[in-house]
Structure formats: C-alpha cells, structure tokens
C-alpha cells in the first residue's frame, strides 16, 4: 500500500477551469472525511485556513484545502503524527512546495 497521499490525485481536478470551485465547512469535512469540529481545529492550530469568509463570516474552502485537509488526516492516521510534528512536516512539505516552483520557473526561463 502506497502511504503517500500525492497519489490520491483522481479526486482532484485536472481543467484550470474546475480549480476554483469552493466548498463549505460542511462540505469539506464530508468529503475529507472527517466530523466539521475537526476541521475548526485544524483552522485554530493554523494547520488549515480558508480563502475566504462569505457575507455570513462562515469559512469558504479551495481545493487546496481539501488537498491540505487529506494530507493533514493521512499524517494524523497513517503516520501517527501529533500536533509539533504536524506542523513541521506541514512547513517542510511547503517549503519543497516552493522550492520545485522556484526550480520549474528557473527552467523555463534560464
């Protein structure tokens, strides 16, 4: 069993276009699976933050979120990974995030 949650990218989308769908609280803790308190949780301890609050001041989701989300949840499960571990593989895995961009926009540009 691969234990790396990058794999899971067939619940993603793959058009630009489809990229910019929101989600609720609700929603997102559904489809991550996991209760909403969890998710409000995350939020506090500064593992998850939403991209925006709607007119009613209630947290919007991307799918990013719901990527960190899932990640958040295989760490936490699979790896058994407490709060201070948590936020240093989250700061590491952001970290390499930026540095393979920073590597790609050096290749296309040398």
């Given at each position: ?35 909403t308190q ?42 058994g990974v ?29």
């Amino acid at each position: 069993m691969n234990s790396d949650p990058s794999h899971h990218t067939q619940d993603f989308p793959d058009s630009d276009g489809e990229t910019d769908v929101c989600y609720s609280l609700e929603v997102i803790a559904e489809l991550a699976g996991v209760n909403t308190q969890t998710v409000i949780q995350y939020q506090e301890r500064g593992f998850l933050r939403p991209c925006f609050r709607d007119d009613g001041d209630s947290a919007v989701f991307d799918i990013e979120c719901l990527r960190q989300l899932r990640r958040i949840e295989h760490l936490r499960t699979t790896c058994g990974v407490n709060d201070a571990g948590l936020a240093l593989v989250l700061n590491l895995l952001h970290e390499v995030e930026c540095l393979r961009q920073e590597r790609r926009q050096m290749l296309r540009f040398p």
